[in-house]
């Protein structure tokens, strides 16, 4: 047989030191032939393979078998697997039994085998068959392992699972706390890897909260954060973030001691951190953002309600007016609404929109509203179509880039009985009529060009007699507009909502139609009069 060890590669020197007469498989001249062919099998084939050989299950294994078992080899060869696998014979032990009493071979895929081979208890994985070797007479003398370590493959696929959670958690956070209640369950749930987690959002200098350990602990620098070992505890801390009074947030770990502490463990360790640390910078820099945005949105909204006049009280008609910026921040737009008294005590009231959402868009709206009140001013007591004509030729000689829809109406009467309402529609929604019974339906009249598109265009006059208790409403397209509805929906819809709303009061009548239009994407201008 010495040539037959001279075989073994470099276990042939171990398998000469094993006194094999010692052992269950008593001398090497003795073996069974079925022993002495699988052997020689064995050794011929670089993929991992031990024999367990006999009632005792005595191990002889090859070369490509030696780095599962680490630590074990070589006090391994030769040796009962029951003395060598203890910590795993409660799984293997009645797979082998089964084998060795004739039952078929088994097949197991991503196993946890766990193993002492490298001074702890470690979390390891195989796939792995046990199959039954018979000798001559059929009988079975021994079993075959064949296996391959699946460890890092299955250790690296539940890592990426958690990765994965935690970055689609952790996506649309927009708070430091919901950082955290988004991200702990996932940790705490990936025991294997972190039996202990905890994200602390505010420690001083990095301290960790609790009282201090009597015991000192080691401690190792991982890159960023630090490793703490105290006898068979790992306890990791990682910072997330930092700011210039020294606070600190923080990711704690329970590091596994069933792990070895390998650069693919750290590495997942670092992700996990990398993965937290980037959702507080997305959260930091929304709030600054978001910050940023609402400075600008009340800036600009102050800026646009500086452009609307201030409300004047009548007796008769009875007016409400509201304004409401667009949801989107820092938008502002070109609505507005107006309303004046005239020389002779008729009243005025105006409701428009210039195109565009941003400054220019109210610059320009202040710049058309002056415009209307000088012209109207100046033409009274003409029309309102001859007004907005005037309006027209005056927007075309100074500002050609503007262009804008607005109703104007004049509201005339002695105080006593029923009021006239006269207006013109250049390209503006039509207004509502509110009857005293409870009735509604649009002064829908056919609406004219827009205002500065178009100097010679006519303009049409309509009139309305307002009885007492009637209201009317004035409005821009915000109110009624969404995104993919046409336009003939948002009309039904607001003659719907002011349905039967005669009994309330003007103030109340504006509040409902806000209250209704909540899925409002634009500004929104509203007057509303009652004769």
């Not at 100046?378 to 880039?401: E, F, N, W, Y």
Request: aromatic share 6%; glycine share 8%.
């Amino acid at each position: 047989m010495r040539n037959y060890f001279d075989d073994l590669g470099t276990l042939g020197s171990v398998y000469e030191t094993v006194d094999w007469a010692a052992t269950p498989l008593g001398p090497v001249a003795s073996w069974s032939e079925a022993l002495v062919t699988t052997v020689d099998l064995m050794t011929k084939t670089r993929f991992p393979v031990t024999l367990m050989w006999g009632p005792e299950l005595v191990l002889v294994y090859n070369e490509a078998f030696v780095p599962l078992i680490a630590d074990k080899h070589p006090s391994a060869l030769g040796t009962p697997a029951r003395d060598v696998f203890p910590e795993a014979w409660p799984l293997i032990g009645p797979m082998l039994h089964g084998v060795l009493d004739g039952n078929d071979a088994t097949w197991v895929e991503d196993e946890y085998v766990p193993l002492h081979r490298r001074g702890f208890l470690e979390e390891c994985y195989f796939t792995f068959s046990y199959s039954p070797v018979r000798g001559r007479d059929n009988r079975v003398e021994g079993v075959m392992d064949i296996a391959a370590e699946t460890t890092e493959e299955v250790l690296s696929r539940r890592r990426l699972q958690l990765l994965s959670r935690l970055n689609e958690r952790l996506a649309h956070v927009e708070l430091p706390e919901e950082m955290r209640d988004n991200a702990l369950p996932l940790l705490r749930a990936a025991a294997h890897d972190f039996p202990e987690a905890d994200i602390r959002l505010s420690t001083v200098g990095g301290a960790a909260a609790g009282p201090v350990p009597d015991d000192p602990a080691e401690v190792v620098a991982l890159g960023y954060g630090v490793l703490e070992t105290r006898g068979d505890r790992r306890v990791a801390r990682l910072p997330l973030s930092s700011s210039d009074a020294g606070e600190q947030c923080l990711l704690v770990v329970t590091l596994s001691p069933f792990l070895a502490l390998d650069d693919d463990y750290l590495g997942f360790l670092r992700l996990v951190a990398a993965a937290l640390r980037e959702a507080l910078e997305r959260v930091r820099v929304r709030s600054a953002e978001r910050h940023m945005a609402e400075v600008q949105r009340g800036m600009s909204e102050a800026f646009q309600r500086s452009l609307l006049p201030r409300f004047i009280r009548s007796q008769r008609p009875e007016v409400a007016v509201r304004y409401q910026p667009a949801v989107e921040l820092a938008q502002i737009g070109g609505d507005w609404y107006d309303l004046f008294e005239l020389s002779d005590g008729s009243l005025t009231v105006v409701i428009g929109d210039v195109a565009g959402h941003d400054q220019q868009a109210a610059a320009a709206m202040a710049e058309v509203r002056n415009m209307l009140r000088g012209v109207a001013y100046t033409m009274h007591p003409d029309a309102p179509g001859q007004v907005l004509r005037g309006v027209d030729r005056v927007m075309l000689a100074t500002a050609q880039d503007i262009v804008a829809t607005a109703v104007l109406a004049q509201v005339s009467g002695d105080g006593r009985g029923p009021l006239t309402l006269r207006w013109s529609n250049a390209g503006h929604p039509p207004p509502v009529l509110i009857e005293p019974d409870g009735r509604t339906r649009l002064l829908e009249d056919a609406p004219d060009l827009l205002l500065g598109v178009d100097a010679t265009t006519s303009r049409g006059d309509h009139c309305v007699t307002l009885p007492p208790g009637t209201t009317v409403v004035l409005y821009t397209d915000g109110l009624i507009e969404r995104r993919g509805v046409p336009v003939a929906e948002g009309l039904a819809w607001i003659v719907e909502v002011l349905r039967d709303c005669h009994r309330l009061g003007v103030e109340e009548l504006c509040d409902h139609l806000l209250r209704s239009s909540v899925a409002a994407e634009d500004d929104i201008a509203l007057l509303v009069l009652r004769a």
